[in-house]
């Protein structure tokens, strides 16, 4: 039985893979040299850029502040210059177990915004950690937010704000899935210095 090439997960993955791709060589990067900014893997990197593989949420936020974009560049094509006003529909994705949907679309690269439905019976992911700063609304639900060694329990109508350096997950925190809004910012790359 012969080995069969891995196929692409979908349009979208394809899609992904190949703004990853534009942005890691229109910055002069090795696919090396893009494993070792990003602490990803190099097979890893290769799948995402091949299509064969979808990032988990955390992994697309560290491509993206890795290559100095916002996340909806990597998913989604730019608006066409000259929009005052952008009206647009969230794409909904499953990243990590969480249906998400960005409602950002590039307008500022220092932040992204998503709807997020945390489903009840997801099992706790490994908490996860990357630059900048997130902040969430819970829209409906309860949601069992861990920053840290430190848990909130948030309802309906409460916001947390915290450094996204320090490990994180969200959970729901009763038998409902919870909606919640998650903005995170992105650093500039400009404005980031790096310290050997």
């Given at each position: ?5 891995e196929q692409?997960v ?7 893979g ?11 990067w ?14 890893y ?17 560290t491509?993206?502040?890795t ?5 909806s ?33 590039g ?57 996204a ?32």
């Amino acid at each position: 039985m012969g080995d069969t090439p891995e196929q692409p997960v979908d349009d979208l993955a394809v899609a992904l893979g190949l703004r990853l791709r534009e942005a890691r060589l229109g910055r002069g990067w090795t696919l090396e040299e893009f494993a070792d900014r990003t602490g990803l893997s190099v097979p890893y990197l290769s799948r995402l850029e091949s299509g064969r593989r979808q990032p988990s949420l955390a992994a697309l936020v560290t491509l993206a502040t890795t290559v100095g974009v916002p996340v909806s560049t990597l998913l989604d094509s730019p608006a066409p210059p000259g929009d005052a006003i952008r009206v647009h529909k969230g794409q909904t994705r499953v990243v990590d177990g969480l249906r998400t949907a960005s409602l950002t679309h590039g307008l500022n690269p220092d932040w992204q915004v998503w709807r997020v439905e945390v489903p009840s019976r997801r099992s706790p992911s490994r908490p996860r950690a990357h630059e900048g700063v997130e902040w969430i609304y819970v829209l409906d639900g309860w949601l069992l937010l861990t920053v840290g060694a430190e848990q909130t329990e948030l309802a309906s109508g409460e916001a947390a704000e915290f450094d996204a350096r320090q490990p994180h997950r969200l959970v729901a925190a009763r038998s409902d899935s919870a909606h919640i809004l998650l903005a995170v910012s992105h650093p500039h790359p400009r404005r980031t210095s790096c310290v050997d």
